[in-house]
T-cell receptor, first 113, second 113 residues
Framework: GNSVTQMEGPVTLSEEAFLTINCTYT??????LFWYVQYPGEGLQLLLK?????DKGSNKGFEATYRKETTSFHLEKGSVQVSDSAVYFC????????????FGSGTQLTVLP | DTAVSQTPKYLVTQMGNDKSIKCEQN?????MYWYKQDSKKFLKIMFS???????INETVPNRFSPKSPDKAHLNLHINSLELGDSAVYFC????????????FGQGTRLTVV
């Protein structure tokens, strides 16, 4: 079956630090990969996505590259801000007729001033 | 304009009651979902539904049932509420075809007392 494994949190960083949240996946075929962000008290918002191998998704200074050879989609940001404090979810959408997103367990990020 | 809206945002009720959560999307999507998020932020798909097919996560108790009056609405009915049903419930929608992302509502925090 399909699955997503994220690094466990919580992650606490100082402002302007470098961020990496690891994500690896198991899926048949060629899934699309996503990072979602959930700010406190809110729903999930799409942060970035990549639909094929070697694609790089980017948004708001965050980046992730679809690595098929390592089945990974690690999230990175060069300089985090306090406002980036949230829960981050890696997810995949399998190819074919399936329509369900499979989510990782989420990683809580706290950025301190 | 809110893309996916769900009501109520908060719901407190007693054990044994029956309750409903409403969801509407104005994105023209053909597939809608219900997710449950537990206290550890873990997301679990409950239902995936379009006008042709209902996919039920087999772990969901049959006390939970989706009702879709039309393509833009997918309500969640819960009978005989139990303490363990306390969670945040998210509605989402997407296009069935292609590697598209899902758009989420703001969530309904259900507390069973």
């Amino acid at each position: 079956g399909n699955s997503v494994t994220q690094m466990e949190g919580p992650v606490t960083l100082s402002e302007e630090a470098f961020l990496t949240i690891n994500c690896t996946y198991t899926a048949t075929g060629y899934p699309s990969l996503f990072w979602y962000v959930q700010y406190p008290g809110e729903g999930l918002q799409l942060l970035l996505k990549a639909t094929k191998a070697d694609d790089k998704g980017s948004n708001k200074g965050f980046e992730a590259t679809y690595r098929k050879e390592t089945t990974s989609f690690h999230l990175e940001k060069g300089s985090v801000q306090v406002s980036d404090s949230a829960v981050y979810f890696c997810a995949l959408n399998p190819s074919g007729s399936a329509r369900q997103l499979t989510f990782g367990s989420g990683t809580q990020l706290t950025v301190l001033p | 304009d809110t893309a996916v809206s769900q009501t109520p945002k908060y719901l407190v009720t007693q054990m044994g009651n029956d309750k409903s959560i409403k969801c509407e999307q104005n994105l023209g999507h053909d597939t809608m979902y219900w997710y449950k998020q537990d206290s550890k932020k873990f997301l679990k798909i409950m239902f995936s539904y379009n006008n042709k097919e209902l996919i039920i996560n087999e772990t969901v108790p049959n006390r939970f049932s989706p009702k879709s009056p039309d393509k833009a609405h997918l309500n969640l009915h819960i009978n005989s509420l139990e303490l363990g049903d306390s969670a945040v419930y998210f509605c989402a929608s997407s296009q069935a075809s292609g590697h598209t992302e899902a758009f989420f509502g703001q969530g309904t925090r259900l507390t069973v007392v």
